[in-house]
């Protein structure tokens, strides 16, 4: 993604130092908030997050779009209240790509 987007400033990640680690987006976004890196996350993370204010997001020239694969265990139901926010995902993902939360009937009326 860097490469296709940045290839006159990006050449591998070896090339940023690596200080620390956390996979939870809200301390990555109040570290890039406090100028100590930068991050690539969904523009739903972003628009949900009280950091939205103090970052920067910039356009893709080449975006990137990403399988999201649910897996869960065979001999477990899931929960109600994870179906009930998967399909509100779906609803969600549906209109931001084809502005409708249904998908259309391919019947003739």
């Known amino acids: ?60 020239a080449q975006p990137v779009y990403d399988t999201l694969y649910l897996v869960t265990r065979s001999d477990v139901e899931l929960p109600k209240r994870y179906r009930q926010l998967l399909e509100t995902f779906r609803q969600q993902r549906l209109n931001s790509l084809y502005g409708y939360s249904e998908l259309p009937s391919l019947e003739e009326a």
Do not use: I, K, Y
């Not at 976004?29 to 204010?53: C, K, M, N, Y």
């Open 1 to 60: 993604m860097l490469r296709n987007n940045f290839g006159g400033e990006f050449r591998s990640m070896t090339h940023f130092p690596r200080q620390g680690f956390t996979n939870e987006v809200g301390q990555v976004l109040d570290a890039v908030a406090r100028g100590l890196g930068f991050t690539v996350v969904s523009r739903p993370v972003l628009e949900t997050s009280p950091w939205q204010r103090q970052v920067r997001e910039l356009p893709l």
